[in-house]
């Protein structure tokens, strides 16, 4: 009977080292699914990222265009304005600087009238 128990241990060791030899190998195995998965994941993260980054390519690439052509009439409509100002100032400088000196230079001095009131009420 010793020699059964034995035996029937000895079969039940082997049992339990294949179902941890089982076991490991399920462990591997779902190790290197997950591996699998994550670099097929970057995989299609970076596919997309390169999709993205070539739709933004395009699309700053059509836009660029319309930026380019509003900066240019914006510079044309400047540059006629400030030749429209500076026209202005070469037609009437002449005439300002004649108006400042005449108002300047060609003064009549007379007394303010609230000081001709004073001088007044004081004399009668």
């Known amino acids: 009977m010793a020699a059964q128990n034995s035996q029937g241990i000895q079969t039940l060791l082997e049992a339990e080292k294949e ?43 059509s836009h660029a265009g319309v930026t380019s052509n509003a900066q240019a009439a914006v510079d044309k409509e400047t540059s006629i304005k400030l030749q429209a100002i500076t026209d202005a100032y070469e037609a009437n400088k002449d005439a300002v600087v004649k108006k400042l000196l005449d108002r300047v230079l060609l003064i009549q001095p007379e007394l303010h009238r609230n000081l001709k009131r004073a001088g007044g009420a004081e004399s009668q």
Do not use: G, T
């Open 19 to 61: 179902a941890a030899k089982i076991v490991q190998q399920s462990r591997q195995y779902r190790l290197q699914r997950l591996k699998d998965a994550r670099l097929e994941a970057s995989k299609e993260i970076e596919e997309y990222r390169q999709a993205k980054e070539a739709e933004f390519k395009s699309f700053e690439a």
